[in-house]
């Protein structure tokens, strides 16, 4: 009876899927051109989570014989749960290139959120101490989103604003995006529109399958 009840503690999600552009915090990692992305986490009910996300990307850290890493791989850990009414992530990433030059790195993402019926406002940091991945600097991106979810509706909307300012952007960079998701079976649609004060923006269609 134990171990069944243990079991039953653990579940493991994930989603596979296309994007037609990899877009992270306004810049583009693959180019504009459309790839497969993937993701798979474990999860316990005391909270705690572990997982693995990948996808690929435009040939990325070069070595000396001209090879770049053509996947980035983010295996991450880390718990999450509510107290007095708000929802709490807290996390590790690692993120890494598999045949890149110098461009693995490790970051730490704290996350607040709080939901009011239909409505989820949240806002996180994601930190990156100096390192060889980061350009020996330290990196932080601050974002703050909305999402509205009524029950009724076939859609829901979200919009995201950040400011990154380090290693990945040494002269700060504000980034935004709005976009909408429509489930339709076991797959999500979605669409955003994504832009940043140092990148051309696009719009971006997805479509992913969860299990």
Do not use: C
């Amino acid at each position: 009876m134990a171990s069944a009840q243990e079991a039953a503690a653990w579940s493991v999600d994930g989603r596979v899927g296309v994007v037609s552009d990899y877009r992270d915090r306004g810049y583009t990692l693959s180019a504009g051109d459309a790839v497969v992305q993937g993701e798979a986490t474990l999860s316990h009910a005391s909270g705690g989570y572990a997982g693995l996300w990948a996808s690929g990307i435009e040939e990325y850290g070069m070595g000396p014989d001209g090879d770049g890493a053509t996947i980035e791989v983010t295996l991450y850990a880390g718990w999450a749960g509510s107290t007095a009414g708000f929802d709490i992530d807290l996390g590790v990433w690692a993120n890494v290139y598999p045949d890149g030059d110098d461009v693995n790195y490790v970051e730490f993402p704290v996350q607040i959120g709080r939901t009011f019926g239909a409505a989820t406002f949240s806002s996180g940091v994601v930190w990156a101490p100096s390192q060889t991945g980061t350009g020996d600097a330290a990196n932080t991106w601050v974002w703050t989103r909305a999402d509205y979810a009524p029950d009724s509706w076939p859609v829901s909307l979200h919009a995201r604003i950040g400011h990154e300012d380090g290693g990945f952007a040494p002269d700060g960079k504000t980034d935004w995006l709005v976009g909408l998701q429509a489930p339709l079976g076991p797959f999500t649609l979605g669409i955003d529109w994504v832009d940043s004060d140092t990148e051309d923006n696009a719009l971006v269609a997805s479509v992913f399958w969860g299990f």
